[in-house]
């Protein structure tokens, strides 16, 4: 299994919503990413887990709240956002190695924030 | 800091030519990995070739090779014999080993082919 598996694949929430995107990857990987994507920009990370522990948090603001409950899963709170917020967010993961280990995507969630 | 350079927003190629995207980057850590990943309009990104900066000779995964040049700086995507599900949008990348959970990206290059 060399997948990184994201639900929803669609998402559209109002400001007051409460949602979670969820990611998933049996593969063994130890560092486990989020990153945000606009339209016709480059990803832009968010978050970072290593050994289940938040290692690099990229000054997100707090209405994403990330959680790793075990080293195959990954979620994004989602709560009180904006429309600015509306993006592709992409999971990612990749074995904890050298900089030659290359990170593995999923194909992202596609959020809209009426 | 680290900055990775794509100059082309955006490129043609015929079907069955080849082409090449280029990349250029800056870092001062003298270990570092360089990726190429392509984004299809699904979304998804899918990677392409790897060069780290110690290895001698180029990269190539098939019909994808990337062009090293350690002294300029850099590292472009040479795509041969394109098809016309080579387009899409592709993203240099690059990691240094100092803070190597980090993976930066350039602004990317939306390659067509044409029939």
């Known amino acids: 299994d060399t997948e990184v598996t994201q639900t929803p694949k669609h998402l559209v929430m109002g400001m007051t919503n409460k949602k979670s995107l969820k990611c998933e990857q049996h593969?063994?990987?130890?560092?486990m990413y989020w990153y945000k994507q606009k339209a016709k920009k480059p990803p832009e990370l968010m978050f970072v887990y290593s050994y289940e522990k938040l290692s690099i948090n990229e000054s997100v603001p707090s209405r994403f709240s990330p959680e790793c409950p075990n080293s195959s899963l990954l979620n994004l709170h989602l709560h009180a956002l904006q429309p600015e917020d509306s993006a592709l967010y992409l999971c990612?993961?990749?074995?904890?190695?050298?900089?030659?280990?290359?990170?593995?995507f999923g194909s992202g969630t596609q959020l809209s924030v009426l | 800091a680290q900055k990775i350079t794509q100059t082309q927003p955006g490129m043609f190629v015929q079907e069955k030519e080849a082409v090449t995207l280029d990349c250029t980057y800056d870092?001062?850590?003298?270990?570092?990995?360089l990726f190429w990943y392509k984004q299809p309009s699904s979304g998804e990104m899918i990677f392409l070739i790897y060069q780290g900066s110690y290895d001698q000779q180029n990269a190539t995964e098939g019909r994808y090779s990337l062009n090293f040049q350690k002294a300029r700086k850099s590292a472009n995507l040479v795509i041969s014999a394109s098809q016309l599900g080579d387009s899409a949008m592709y993203f240099c990348a690059m990691r240094i080993q100092t803070g190597a959970n980090n993976l930066f990206f350039g602004t990317g290059t939306r390659l067509t082919v044409i029939p």
């Open positions: 990612a993961s990749r074995p904890l190695g050298g900089v030659n280990e290359k990170l593995f």
């Open positions: 870092t001062s850590d003298p270990s570092y990995g």
């Open positions: 593969m063994g990987h130890r560092a």
